[in-house]
């Protein structure tokens, strides 16, 4: 076999993989969504060619508001994954390179215990009677503290907290290969610390960064777990929208829709940005 | 219409086909386990059990298609109801089942709302949806609470007054909006919607001193203090008055059955179509029909069950406790609704998500 169809061969097996897992299930989503709800049907789907459940994500502002909503949630988690995640993600690539294996697995630690389990000790954490306001009125720091769990904080920081390895790993990866000897040069030429990160590191790192945020901020979007358990009654996500047409209302064909949509809506302008950043890489090598 | 290969790939694992054997999906700790190997022992039949936790899992097998199930246990409304409508499963041909008169002819028509001539299911166990509440905490707060009248969650002049120690309600259009109506004193299964506007209205009214509506974060949160009042599931909150009195805390939490009247949850006994093994389904089905394990098993998890033979067979502690089986005045206002097709549905669930985001 010549290294070019053993080459071949290689790339042929994401591609596989792709269109059975991706691309396949994709296509039976659009074929539902395109039908009608038929409830006293196995499955529940008419199929055929009917437009009508879009068409009703955009007469309903509530699809509209939970998309909108989800977004503003998902963005402002991926900021707050960012503050927290950079500056952790500096300190283990300037690590000795003996000490980075263990602060590499004390970011990837979380993940050895259920997700779920996770979430819920926030709940222990965060409720009335929880550790944190336990702590305020043993100190004597506030007799009367508010609640987090049940507010837009409490999935905040759910978010933040699960999803912060997903930051830390690409932004380590970059800034682990970024040359020292820049900096140094920086420092040479009279650059402070401060304008030496913002004019060196930072430039450099932004592949790292985009790789983080996109990593956050697409799941969070569709998160339905953390806001279901930690938020409130009034926070209103996309997810929990989708669940509610698929177990409630048991209509396939328009939980389809709204899945397509949402897909459609962030892959877009995500690949949109992406095709910027090659460009822009290939002019500047 | 069906489309196989929907089915075959949305369909999850399914259990192996054979003979003697009898495949059973059903809530987690449901059966009493002793009687359940008995029924192994004596009859020859490999039984395979598989639990789950949710009404939606066991809604999504069935409804990919061929589960491989002989028998399930849906709650009664809105899944059962809807998984009828789908014509899910086989009529019982009740001649086969010995055991069949130990049932309760009350609960038999409480069920039949959902289930014309009890067609399709048997009930196994039942409750009510009511009042869960921190004795300590509501005395506190209003000395001659109505602990035992929906006012105490519908009434916004009550129901203040809990704001600062806690209030859960259901996360459900199907459960909480029948009750509104009931408060009204109106069909707690009308589906006119100038009828469900103001049930709307009732609960929006008292949307500000609700902490939270889920339908099942109360257990925990009744149990730890952190909430003092809740409408929920009996079971649930007799499950949370349990935990409570064993932490060291010792919270006193009770249950009342509205006095207006309460809806009843039920979880249904049913042989889906296209079971692989209809002639020990029905073995399994008089199995659970037997009074010996349905009282086994209500002890084991504190549900009535729907088999009036097992009553004489349950300890006092359980039959004659009002919130497990409540006196026959309170049975008299027990309600079940209807499902409504699927425009009065998407109806509910769209008034409910209003209620709750304001959206």
């Known amino acids: 076999m010549s290294s070019k169809t053993s080459l071949r061969a290689v790339i042929a097996v994401p591609y596989a993989w792709l269109a059975v897992f991706f691309l396949l299930p994709f296509a039976l989503v659009l074929a539902i969504a395109l039908g009608t709800n038929d409830p006293d049907s196995v499955p529940p789907v008419a199929l055929g060619f009917s437009l009508e459940n879009f068409a009703r994500l955009f007469t309903d502002k509530l699809y509209v508001a939970a998309w909108l909503s989800s977004l503003r949630i998902a963005a402002v988690s991926t900021l707050g994954c960012l503050l927290l995640g950079y500056p952790m993600a500096y300190a283990i690539a300037r690590a000795t390179p003996a000490r980075r294996p263990l602060l590499l697995m004390l970011v990837v630690l979380p993940f050895w215990t259920s997700f779920l389990i996770r979430v819920y000790a926030w709940i222990g954490l965060l409720s009335e009677n929880g550790m944190l306001n336990q702590f305020l009125r043993w100190s004597g720091l506030s007799d009367h503290p508010g609640t987090i769990l049940g507010t837009e904080w409490a999935v905040h920081l759910g978010i933040i907290y699960a999803y912060l390895p997903f930051m830390v790993l690409p932004l380590y990866a970059t800034l682990e290969k970024l040359d020292v000897s820049l900096l140094e040069a920086a420092s040479d030429l009279g650059a402070k610390p401060i304008a030496a990160f913002l004019t060196v590191t930072l430039p450099l790192s932004l592949p790292g960064i985009v790789a983080g945020c996109l990593l956050v901020f697409i799941p969070a979007v569709g998160e339905f777990v953390i806001p279901d358990l930690l938020g409130g009654t009034r926070t209103l996500m996309i997810g929990k929208v989708l669940w509610d047409e698929f177990f409630t209302n048991s209509d396939w064909p328009l939980a389809s829709a709204v899945a397509i949509c949402l897909l459609v809506l962030l892959v877009g302008p995500i690949a949109l940005f992406q095709r910027q950043q090659a460009k822009s890489l290939e002019r500047a090598e | ?359």
């Not at chain 2, 469900?196 to 889920?214: C, E, G």
């Open chain 2, 1 to 359: 219409m069906r489309f196989s290969l929907l089915a075959v790939l949305v369909s999850f694992a399914t259990p192996a086909f054979g003979q003697g054997q009898v495949n059973v999906y059903n809530w987690s700790d449901y059966i009493d386990p002793v009687q359940l190997k008995d029924f192994g022992k004596q009859t020859g039949i490999k039984v395979n059990y598989t639990t789950y936790d949710s009404n939606e899992i066991l809604d999504a097998k069935l409804k990919s298609g061929q589960s491989g199930y002989d028998i399930v246990v849906p709650t009664a409304s809105p899944f059962f109801v809807r998984q009828i409508a789908a014509k899910l499963y086989q009529p019982l041909d009740k001649l086969r089942l010995r055991n069949y008169q130990n049932l309760d002819a009350d609960t038999m028509a409480l069920l039949g709302k959902y289930d014309a001539d009890n067609r399709y299911g048997i009930p196994w166990m039942w409750g009510t949806i009511g009042i869960g509440y921190n004795a300590t905490e509501i005395r506190k707060r209003m000395n001659n609470a109505p602990v035992d009248s929906l006012r105490m969650i519908f009434d916004p002049a009550t129901v203040s007054r809990f704001t600062d120690c806690g209030v859960m309600i259901l996360d459900s259009a199907t459960d909480v909006l029948p009750a509104a109506l009931k408060y009204l004193y109106l069909d707690p299964d009308s589906k006119k919607p100038e009828d469900l506007a103001k049930a709307a209205k009732v609960v929006d009214a008292v949307r500000p001193y609700i902490r939270k509506f889920h339908s099942s974060e109360y257990i925990n949160a009744l149990a730890g203090g952190d909430i003092c009042l809740a409408f929920g599931y009996s079971g649930d909150i007799l499950q949370a008055k349990d935990r409570a009195a064993a932490a060291p805390e010792k919270r006193v939490i009770n249950y009342n059955v509205p006095n207006e009247g309460a809806m009843v949850w039920m979880d249904v006994a049913a042989i889906p179509k296209g079971a692989p093994n209809i002639d020990n389904a029905y073995r399994f089905l008089d199995f659970m029909l037997d009074p010996k394990v349905a009282a086994a098993s209500s002890t084991l998890t504190n549900y009535a069950n729907g088999n009036a033979a097992a009553t004489p067979l349950l300890a006092k502690s359980m039959s004659g406790n009002k919130s497990i089986y409540p006196n026959a005045d309170a049975r008299s206002h027990f309600y079940t609704i209807t499902a409504g097709n699927a425009a009065e549905v998407r109806e509910r669930t769209r008034l409910w998500t209003a209620i709750k985001t304001g959206q």
